[in-house]
């Protein structure tokens, strides 16, 4: 089962639970999902949450998450694998852990604390995440930033012969200054192309409201989704680890870890300066 892996992930690398002992799981009941989600009956299910605290300010939070569901079997009985969707932002949540707690090990721990947040649900309408914010562990005005990661893996059509990008998403909604330390970091350590086109408020696909991080954003927590586009396996069952590029998820996951570090260790918390147009658009 999938979130014992995580559990077992996160025990082995010696990273602990927010929640406290050995307990990783948030479960999100039945009933609470059924209520919300337009596809019937759901079963009761569990967000897994790891956590490394700050050395200097633990009670401000850097939220990386990933969601943990896939939209499960068809009629005949086929397993949909979603390697990408989001096989592939579960692994690069694992990656930045373990790297955090290697800093940590070697007496170099970011200054605030990272919380990395696996999301049930998300298919069925990003039931983890809502519960998660309805029901936080840490108080959401604590919470300085949530970077998701939602398909990484892939290269779309659009970048064919350029697979160097990736695109994001609402860096820019609420925070300047997340904007700016995520094109920095990207310039000082990934060059990947940073593409926004499903950004632009006028794009049709509307993805900025179609991932775990719009549950936070409309708590005025500002986000960046990371993306990689879709493609002909999306949502299939040929959503499989053998098409996913390693070398761009190594690298867009390594753009991750860089903007939660600088994030995580400058010296003030990143201010949402742009709230009052969330307010007035919504
Ligand atoms: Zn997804």
Known sequence: M????????????GIISPIGGDDYYQEVPAAYMS??????????????????????KPDEIIVISAHLDHVGMNKDGEVFNGADDDGSGTV????????FKKAVDEGNGPKRSILFLHVTGEE???????????????????TIVNLNIDMIGRIDKR??????YIYLIGSDKLSTELHEISEQMNTKYTSLELDYKYNDENDPNRFYYRSDHYNFAKLNVPIIFYFN??????HKETDTPDKI?????ETRTRLVFHTAWELANRENRIVADKLEKVEKTE
């Open 229 to 234: 586009g879709t493609h002909v396996d999306y």
């Open 92 to 99: 690069a949540v694992l990656e930045i852990a373990e790297a």
């Open 35 to 56: 209520k919300l989600s337009r596809r019937g009956e759901i079963k009761d299910s569990e967000n897994v949450l790891a956590f490394i605290k700050g050395s200097e």
């Open 159 to 164: 970048h064919k012969g350029n697979p160097k």
């Open 245 to 249: 590029n390693y070398e761009q998820l």
């Open 124 to 142: 069925k309408g990003l039931l983890g995440s809502r519960y998660y914010t309805e029901n936080p562990i840490f108080p959401i005005a604590n």
């Open 2 to 13: 999938a979130v014992e892996y995580l559990k077992n992930f996160y025990v082995t690398q």
